[in-house]
């Protein structure tokens, strides 16, 4: 809502208090104002003159000289390019010495060898938006009132001396969608009196009764509870007065005539959007308000034809729909240059229909907007009066007798009941009982004391927000002062704060990844379908999941919920090596969301994964080291410490697999030891060839697991061991085992067979070479063995080693290298 | 004899001065002292002494030989002081070169501002609660006051995947999810982070996906001035002791009283600036006491207990705080963004 100051003085005295300071005041009242720009932009001495005469100017074509009287004693010489002008015409004379908005300055000049003492000004060089003015005036110069005074200052006759409030208007205000409102608060914060409109008292009686002409139904009355109409008897369609005109270009409003402006005027002054309807095209003076029928159409005032829903408020005369109720009007019956008779709407339509219709037809509108958030049924009847006494002096018209309505006019006030100890017990303060008494007066709201400092107070109709306790004491508290309440520290009992098990888990984890070199990135949850039925064996495709749709995605790129969290990873990767930071590492931990169900009936399952990637190098080349490339063992290296603070080393196992996507050689499942069994938590590995290529990648290590499955198994208890007092003894051992056996086999099947006395064991060192042969390879294994309670002994320890080296021979049918 | 002990004292001292490095003076020190240096050579003819002279020449001897072996240590402990620093010299190197960095990562901004955040809290007495992302339109809208057709759900369009069934525009739903789990046992007091999405079209300043952190408190006597007191009690936290806050009446539908929340400019303390557009005060924070409903949705009676909340966005408060442009570089993961924060 753009609220001119000038025309907010109408209703309230606000000498000494400047646009800017009333801004500040209502800013800390609750109604937010963005900006009060000031309608001049930089105009200085430009006046409205006649233009007396008008030739051609001898040597140029597009250009007129011109004889201006400007109310400065004598006429002026003036050039002036613009088509329009005409002798007889009043437009606005900048003289020299002007000034007009960019900072030109009007100076004596010769144009053409022609003496021009000035400049005839358009809109657009008055700082006007030309968008804004009537479509005759949005070219050449601005064509002034023929009664206008000669000689008077433009920012008078344009009323540019002034400036306008940018009301940012928050859902439960929409009462200051309306310069009454706007007055009520102005009113409410300064303690000044409200000199308010009282059109009933100007209404003048034509002898017939409009009850006569227009007859009004509401078949609906679930979506209109009042409607009521005037009929306006002979009008002379016209220009609205100018003051009107400026008002409305002030307020953001283009003026069009004078019937559709005073409609325009008086929404903006109360808050009710009214309609106009050409009574000749209104078949049988009928007006129904009713739901459309299937099939119907109608084409509103913009020259759309609308194919209109069954669930669509209609004003419909005898025949046919003639507008969308709240939304629009249609074109069969606008009011053009040959109306005569007016039918005037003023009612209540309920604003979920109106915001539903509107949205649905992308038709938003001053009037939708202020239906939506419901109008004020006190001001129903109100409004449509002041239109009517409007219509009857500036378009020529005759107000026939009453007001046809149907439905109710009035609805029960909400009385609310308040008191004292409550408003101070609530806000922490102590405002005295005085103060609040004050208040209600200031709000305009009737408070009946009920009880020593208890009062009962009637809200007023135009204040539809308020229904409880709570928000009176709101009402108290804005213009008690915000700034008033004091601080306070809260009573009671103290509580502690810590984070829970799963919480201090992702922070631990964010940690070591990043003190593993690995950044964290923060993605979109809400991703294109390619990327979401990549790696089946992660996105939940497995489980039966498809990816989740959003039933209005913005884009494709953005249009399913997240299912894996690696595809964004390789996007940032690309996205980093296609702007040359070419070593990535990153890691991310956020939820993905999985649902069996097509359609879904109840909410997704939300898991929460970290995700990680490595390309590149992990060690870049510098003046005295070689670069490395990053592989496997570094993903998995740091899944390796992770899981080691976490406690969880013994309990998670690595297991080749070929999950696709990945690269088949070089991929492990990892698996959670957990309750006898184990569960699956997820995959590291190297991406498969394919996808870096896709990607634009080179080799790239990545891995996602599931948090969940770890949370309950953290152990985050640290017990003390004793150090160990007795030496323990190392044996190293090399065999040589076909290439397909695994490390992790040959260790675990040590730790079966060497029994208590082995502490570790682990290998050292892979060989593979041509001496080998390309079956088989050779591992170096180290073993530790120690007693806690005394030092071994030769015998005991070879006999050890010598079960170690059966069992490897046997299963393995490993040689011992010599 | 004593005269040739004293000849040999005269000379070796002699050549000894004009030693010049340490072999050279390896072979003085056998040739004098070792045993078949001269020393020893004129000691042999010891046995023909008689008994008086024997220790008076032992004695010379003696002396000759420790004034050979000072002179020999002296000059040693200069050869080995030199070879010394010739070593060291040979092992200088270029300090200036740079280091071997242990290159270690980050957490992201976001995060590094939401633990900040959260830690101030849980030093309050708060918990953390979390809820799901996906929501229904019940937690999302109906239970924080927001019917069907409430004119303030315009306020947060959202991504519905069905008709119940959304992307959380907020997270407050959190705050419900939390008062239901609380049985309605008061004081509670929780802090609510998380992603939330909205359908806005991506820009400088606007991101359909971005990160709140909302807080409430619920319990038998909870006064507005409560609200006031933990906000300054954060704010200070967060920006340093002189930060004031300032509340301004503002809309909520699931608080009554509303207000928004500006705190002193933290770059020029008030001052006015660039980033608080010369008012010295920027906006971070909306907040107000719990609607009854939402009290009752929460499973509490409004006539028993009071409440308040507050929820901020973590993306303004982290540009804010690093005077970033663009809200988009948070999640573009460009390392080169990703890689500047990495202050304390």
């Known amino acids: 809502m753009n609220v001119s100051y000038q025309w907010l003085k109408d209703y309230i005295d606000l000498s000494g208090i400047e646009p800017a300071q009333l801004a500040e005041m209502m800013t800390r009242g609750g109604i937010e104002i963005d900006s009060v720009p000031s309608r001049n932009l930089g105009v200085t001495q430009v006046v409205a003159g006649l233009v007396k005469t008008k030739e051609k100017h001898p040597d140029a074509d597009k250009l007129s000289v011109c004889t201006v009287d400007a109310g400065t004693g004598e006429d002026l010489q003036i050039v002036c390019g613009a088509p329009n002008v005409a002798a007889g015409l009043k437009v606005p004379v900048a003289v020299v010495g002007a000034e007009l908005p960019g900072g030109l300055k009007i100076k004596r000049a010769k144009l053409r060898g022609v003496e021009s003492q000035g400049m005839l000004c358009s809109a657009k060089e008055l700082g006007i938006n030309e968008k804004l003015l009537p479509k005759e005036q949005q070219e050449g110069l601005y064509i002034l009132p023929a009664d206008t005074k000669i000689g008077a200052s433009i920012l008078d006759v344009l009323a540019l001396d002034d400036s306008i409030l940018e009301l940012d208007l928050t859902p439960n205000r929409s009462d200051c969608l309306s310069m009454l409102g706007v007055a009520y608060e102005a009113s409410a914060l300064t303690g000044r009196p409200l000199t308010l409109p009282d059109p009933a008292m100007e209404l003048i009686s034509s002898g017939e009764w409009a009850s006569e002409r227009v007859k009004v139904k509401i078949s609906n009355p679930e979506l209109c509870s009042h409607y009521s109409a005037r009929y306006i008897r002979g009008v002379k369609i016209g220009p609205s007065p100018l003051w009107m005109q400026n008002r409305l270009i002030a307020a953001g409003v283009r003026p069009i005539s004078n019937i559709v402006d005073i409609t325009n005027y008086v929404m903006l002054e109360y808050g009710q959007p009214l309609h106009a309807f050409d009574a000749a095209k209104v078949a049988g003076g009928q007006i129904d308000v009713r739901l459309a029928r299937e099939g119907e159409t109608l084409e509103t005032l913009d020259g759309k034809e609308r194919s209109l829903e069954p669930h669509m408020l209609l004003i419909a005369d005898a025949e046919k729909p003639i507008a969308l109720a709240g939304v629009m009007g249609g074109l069969n019956s606008e009011v053009t240059d040959d109306t005569v008779d007016i039918i005037l709407e003023s009612a209540r339509f309920d604003g979920g229909s109106v915001r539903r219709t509107s949205r649905q037809l992308g038709l938003r509108s001053e009037a939708s907007a202020r239906f939506e958030k419901e109008v004020d049924p006190g001001r129903v009847l109100e409004a449509l009066d002041r239109a009517a006494v409007l219509m009857a002096k500036y378009a020529g018209g005759e107000v026939l007798d009453g007001a046809v309505q149907a439905g109710a006019a009035n609805v029960e006030p909400v009385v609310v009941k308040i008191g004292l100890d409550r408003i101070n017990s609530f806000l922490g303060t102590r405002i005295p009982s005085l103060e609040v008494k004050t208040i209600w007066s200031r709000l305009q709201f009737q408070a009946v004391e009920t009880a020593e400092s208890e009062w009962q107070v009637t809200v007023p109709s135009r204040r539809n927000g308020i229904s409880r306790d709570v928000d009176l004491i709101e009402e108290v508290a804005r213009l008690h002062g915000y700034d008033e309440i004091p601080t306070t520290p809260i009573e009671g009992p103290t509580t502690t704060g810590a984070l829970t098990k799963p919480q201090a888990v992702r922070r631990e984890l964010r940690k070591l990844l990043a003190a593993a070199g690995l950044f964290e990135a923060i993605s979109y949850n809400v991703v294109s379908p390619q990327r979401a039925a990549l790696f089946p064996q992660l996105n939940g495709s497995a489980e039966g999941a498809k990816p989740i749709p959003l039933a209005m995605p913005m884009s494709e790129e953005r249009s399913v919920l997240r299912t894996v969290l690696l595809p964004s990873l390789l996007e940032a990767a690309a996205y980093n090596q296609a702007r040359k930071t070419n070593d990535v590492a990153l890691f991310e931990i956020a939820n993905v969301f999985h649902s069996d169900e097509t359609a879904l009936t109840k909410l997704p399952t939300e898991k929460t994964r970290v995700a990680l990637l490595l390309t590149g190098n992990r060690v870049s080349s510098a003046w005295n080291r070689q670069s490395e490339k990053v592989d496997f063992y570094d993903a998995k290296g740091i899944l390796d410490s992770v899981f080691e603070r976490f406690g969880l080393a013994d309990r998670i196992a690595y297991s080749a697999a070929q999950p696709e996507h990945f690269h088949p050689g070089r991929t492990a499942e990892l698996k959670l030891e957990r309750d006898g069994g184990s569960v699956s938590i997820g995959y590291v590995g190297q991406l498969h060839p394919d996808l870096q290529r896709e990607f634009d990648l080179g080799d790239t290590f990545v891995a996602e697991i599931e948090l969940a499955a770890l949370y309950d198994h953290v152990d985050a208890s640290i017990k003390y061991r004793t150090l160990p007092r007795y030496p323990s003894v190392e044996r190293d051992l090399a065999v040589v085992v076909g290439r397909e056996v695994e490390g992790g086999a040959l260790v675990a099947a040590i730790e079966e067979a060497a029994g208590e006395l082995l502490e570790s064991a682990g290998v050292f060192d892979v060989y593979t070479g041509e001496r080998l042969g390309t079956e088989k390879k050779s591992v170096a294994l180290s073993t530790v063995y120690r007693h806690p309670e005394r030092t071994l002994t030769d015998e005991e320890v070879t006999e050890a080693h010598n079960r170690v080296l059966t069992k490897l021979e046997q299963t393995f049918g490993a040689e011992l290298r010599k | ?344």
């Open chain 2, 1 to 344: 004899m004593k005269e040739r002990l004293e000849g040999l004292r005269g000379e070796a001292l002699e050549r000894l001065k004009e030693v010049s490095d340490p072999n050279q003076l390896n072979e003085l020190k056998v040739h004098y002292l070792g045993k078949k240096g001269q020393l020893t050579e004129i000691l042999r003819g010891m046995g023909g002494l008689s008994a008086e002279e024997r220790p008076v020449i032992g004695q010379v001897a003696n002396e000759v030989r420790a004034a050979i072996e000072a002179v020999i240590a002296e000059k040693q402990e200069a050869f080995d002081r030199e070879e010394t620093a010739r070593r060291l010299r040979s092992e200088t190197i270029d300090v200036t070169l740079p280091g071997k960095k242990r290159e270690t990562g980050l957490v992201h901004p976001l995060t590094k501002v939401t633990q900040e955040i959260e830690d101030i809290f849980l030093g309050m007495g708060y918990s953390i609660a979390e809820g799901p992302e996906v929501e229904t339109d019940f937690y999302n809208f109906e239970a924080l006051n927001l019917p069907k057709n409430h004119p303030a759900r315009d306020m947060q369009d959202s991504f519905y995947l069905t008709d119940d069934i959304l992307l959380r525009t907020h997270t407050s739903p959190v705050q419900i999810r939390a008062m239901r789990a609380a049985g309605g046992k008061t004081p509670l007091k929780v802090i609510c982070p998380g992603k939330v999405y909205r359908r806005d079209d991506d820009d400088a300043t606007h991101s359909f996906m971005f990160h709140q952190i909302e807080g409430i408190v619920v319990g038998p006597n909870i006064r507005m001035s409560d609200l006031k007191g933990t906000l300054l009690q954060f704010v200070q936290a967060m920006y340093g002791e002189n930060t004031q806050i300032r509340l301004r009446p503002s809309f909520f539908p699931f608080t009554e009283p509303s207000a928004e929340v500006d705190v002193t400019c933290a770059q020029c303390g008030g001052h006015g600036c660039r980033m608080c557009k010369h008012t010295g005060w920027i906006e971070i924070l909306g907040c107000g006491m719990v609607h009854p409903k939402v009290l009752e949705y929460g499973g509490y009676d409004p006539k028993e207990v009071t409440g308040f909340a507050f929820g901020m966005g973590v993306e303004r408060i982290a540009l804010l705080k690093y005077d970033i442009d663009d809200i988009r570089h948070f999640y573009n993961n460009d390392l080169r963004f990703l890689g500047q924060f990495a202050r304390l």
